[in-house]
């Protein structure tokens, strides 16, 4: 299985631009989520879902859209890019929150000058 | 405010020798505690988690000690090896968070195993 797959693997972008941060998983889990990871941060949970057609914004989602079409993809959308969005963003899903872990797929690493 | 903190913030251990990386939090609805491994260039994986009914759990090498009262947990790794040489992150959540469980990261721990 490849689990949770995430594309591209970095991209420079230049501020206002907009891209999407693809994220797919082939292990029907209907659970989802978008981190940030940024420094001695830790990891920031941007936005999650808990199945298709249902999404909620985490502890920072502003400058960030999500969709949830299907079971398998949950793409992040940054409309005008900042540079206080470098960072490196992580897309995980799980089967289940109260008793199976997070799968992580292993990361965009997105710059923005 | 659902907070970990986690220290120190880099550790470098001798090969063989125990790594201890310590993690405090203030919500006591906190009864899931993972840590995750991540190696350079990967996302983080699950190593092993604990609930708050023990006070350890150990997995081979890997060993967290739970203090409820004291609102600490830790990770302790015997007999370190390069391999082990990864980010390590401490996290909590509620049992109860209503649609979706949101874990709180701790800021993680550098670990760096010497020859």
């Known amino acids: 299985n490849a689990g949770v797959t995430q594309t591209p693997k970095f991209r420079i972008l230049k501020i206002g631009q907009s891209m999407t941060l693809q994220c797919t998983q082939d292990?029907?889990?209907?659970?989802m989520y978008w981190y940030r990871q940024d420094p001695g941060m830790g990891l920031k949970l941007i936005y999650y879902?808990?199945?298709?057609?249902?999404?909620d914004k985490g502890e920072v989602p502003n400058g960030y859209n999500v969709s949830r079409s299907t079971t398998e993809d949950f793409p992040l959308r940054l409309e005008l890019a900042a540079p206080s969005q470098t960072s490196v963003y992580f897309c995980?899903?799980?089967?289940?929150?109260?008793?199976?872990?997070?799968?992580f797929g292993n990361g965009t690493r997105l710059t923005v000058t | 405010q659902q907070q970990v903190k986690q220290s120190p913030q880099s550790l470098i251990v001798q090969k063989g020798g125990i790594s201890i990386i310590n993690c405090a939090y203030e919500n006591t609805a906190f009864d899931y505690f993972p840590w995750y491994q991540q190696f350079p260039g990967k996302g983080p994986a699950l190593l092993i988690a604990i609930r708050p009914d023990v006070s350890e759990k150990k997995e081979g090498r890997f060993t967290i000690s739970f203090n409820k009262s004291a609102k600490q947990f830790s990770l302790h790794i015997m007999d370190s090896q390069p391999g082990d040489s990864a980010t390590y992150f401490c996290?909590?959540?509620?049992?109860?968070?209503?649609?979706?469980?949101?874990?709180?990261f701790g800021t993680g721990t550098r670990l760096q195993v010497t020859l």
């Open positions: 995980a899903s799980s089967l289940d929150p109260l008793t199976s872990p997070l799968h």
């Open positions: 879902s808990v199945g298709a057609g249902i999404t």
């Open positions: 996290a909590a959540s509620p049992r109860n968070t209503g649609t979706a469980s949101k874990l709180t």
């Open positions: 292990m029907n889990h209907n659970y």
